[in-house]
C-alpha cells in the first residue's frame, strides 16, 4: 500500500470584486460588504460581480484592455506568494490551471483574428509568460467545480511523491457567451444571490482569479503559515448522471462524494466544525445539497457557510475563490454571515450562519457541485499531520 504525504496549503491568493488580494476580500466579508455592479444580459439588467479594474488599464481598444485587464487581476492574485518564495523555487513549480471560459472574452472583444491562438490552453500559457514560470500547465474545464478537479489532481501529485510544490491557478473572466447560456436557462437571479433562502431565485454571476501553493514541505508551509498552518487532508470528486443540467434531487451522489473525502481524511463527520456550502441560490441544486448533507450529518449539522452572496459565483474559479477567501477569514478567528437567508426553506431544513461569529475549527468540509454533473469534495484540517 502507498503511503500517502500529507499535503500543505503554504500560500494562498485571491483577486474578486472584494479585493486585489485575500485580507482585502475578508476584511469586507467580515464587515458584511456584497456591493456589485451589473451587466446586460438577455436584453435585461442583472447583478455582476466584477474585479476592481487597475487603474492603469487603458479603456481605449477593448482587446487591449481584455488582456491588460488580465495579466493585472493575475499579477495581483500571485504577488504576496511570488514576493515570499526564492525565485528558483518559483520557477520550478508545476502549475495546475483551471478556468470554465478561459479567454472567451477576449475573442468577443477583440471582434478580429489576433496573435493569441484560439486553443484554451494557449490562455493558459500566455499567464505562464505574465509570471515568468517557464512550466506547461496542466489545464482542466469542468463547469464550476474546474478548480477544486485541478487542485485534486495537484494534490495526488503532491501525495504521491511525484513533486513536491505544485501552484494551483484559477481564472474566471467576464464574458457574454456564459452569461447567455445561464440566461437563457433561466438560473440567473435578476435581482441578489440568496442561498437555501425560501424566496431564493438563481445565482449573480461574477469574475475572479485565485491560487493555492500546495506542498508536502512542513518547514516551508511553517514559514509560510500567517498564522495559520492548513493542510489538504482530503479531496474527492465524481460525476453526478441524473441530467446534464442539475444533480440528483435525492443528493446521493453529492453524499456519496462527501463520505469519500471523510474517509480518506480519516474523519467522521462529527468532526467536521464548518462547511463551505456551494449554495449558489440555485432551487434544484440548493435542494440536492441539502438532502446530501442530511444524509452526511443528520441533525447534528456543523456551521453552514455560502459565501456567492459577496463574490458572486465565479464558475470554473470558484472553489479557488471561496477557499482562499475563507482561510483569510480565518485568520481573523471569524466566518463571515450568510447574506439573504433572512427566511430559510423550511422544506430544506438548514439555516446558514446570519451573523460573523468566532470560529476555529480543526476542520473544514468544502463542497463544489458543477454544470454537467461534476461533483468535488475536500476537506481543510488545521495544523501539521
Not at 478561459?102 to 468577443?108: A, D, P
Not at 514559514?223 to 434531487?249: F, H, I, K, N, Q
Not at 463551505?276 to 456543523?302: C, I, N, R, S, W
Request: proline content about 6%.
Amino acid at each position: 500500500m502507498t503511503v500517502r504525504k500529507p499535503v500543505y496549503v503554504a500560500g494562498w491568493g485571491h483577486c474578486s470584486a472584494r479585493g486585489l488580494n485575500a485580507a482585502t476580500a475578508a476584511t469586507a466579508m467580515l464587515a458584511g460588504q456584497t456591493g456589485h455592479d451589473g451587466r446586460q444580459t438577455g436584453g435585461q439588467r442583472h447583478p455582476f460581480y466584477r474585479m476592481p479594474l487597475p487603474q492603469s488599464v487603458s479603456q481605449t481598444d477593448s482587446q487591449i484592455s481584455w488582456l491588460q485587464r488580465a495579466e493585472a487581476a493575475m499579477q495581483a492574485c500571485v504577488a504576496d506568494m511570488r514576493q515570499r518564495l526564492p525565485n528558483a523555487l518559483w520557477q520550478q513549480l508545476p502549475v495546475f490551471f483551471a478556468s470554465s471560459s478561459f479567454q472567451v472574452g477576449l475573442f468577443e472583444a477583440a471582434q478580429v483574428q489576433n496573435d493569441l491562438p484560439r486553443g484554451a490552453g494557449s490562455f493558459a500559457l500566455q499567464c505562464m509568460q505574465w509570471l515568468g514560470l517557464p512550466a506547461v500547465p496542466q489545464c482542466f474545464s469542468h463547469a464550476c467545480t474546474s478548480s477544486a478537479v485541478a487542485c485534486d489532481a495537484a494534490a495526488s501529485w503532491l501525495a504521491q511523491g511525484r513533486v513536491t510544490h505544485a501552484l494551483v491557478i484559477a481564472t474566471e473572466y467576464d464574458n457574454q457567451l456564459t452569461a447567455n447560456g445561464f440566461y437563457s436557462l433561466g438560473l440567473l437571479s435578476p435581482d441578489a444571490c440568496r442561498p437555501f433562502a425560501a424566496d431564493r431565485n438563481g445565482f449573480v454571476l461574477g469574475e475572479a482569479v485565485a491560487a493555492v501553493l500546495l506542498t508536502t514541505d512542513a518547514c516551508l508551509a511553517q514559514a509560510m503559515a500567517e498564522p495559520l498552518c492548513w493542510r489538504l487532508s482530503a479531496s474527492a470528486s465524481a460525476t453526478d448522471t441524473y441530467a446534464l443540467t442539475g444533480p440528483d434531487p435525492s443528493g446521493h451522489p453529492i453524499a456519496a462524494v462527501i463520505q469519500a473525502a471523510l474517509q480518506q481524511a480519516g474523519l467522521a463527520a462529527a468532526d467536521i466544525g464548518l462547511v463551505k456550502l456551494h449554495a449558489a441560490g440555485v432551487g434544484a441544486t440548493d435542494t440536492a445539497e441539502a438532502h446530501a448533507l442530511q444524509h452526511v450529518f443528520g441533525a447534528q449539522k456543523p456551521s453552514l457557510l455560502s459565501l456567492k452572496p459577496y463574490l458572486g459565483h465565479t464558475l470554473g474559479a470558484s472553489t479557488l475563490a471561496e477557499v482562499t477567501a475563507l482561510l483569510a477569514c480565518l485568520n481573523h478567528g471569524h466566518i463571515p454571515a450568510t447574506p439573504g437567508c433572512a427566511v430559510p426553506d423550511p422544506e430544506l431544513g438548514l439555516v446558514p450562519v446570519g451573523s460573523r461569529q468566532p470560529l476555529q475549527p480543526e476542520h473544514v468540509l468544502c463542497i463544489s457541485v458543477g454544470f454537467g454533473g461534476s461533483v468535488a469534495a475536500g476537506v481543510l484540517s488545521r495544523g501539521l499531520a
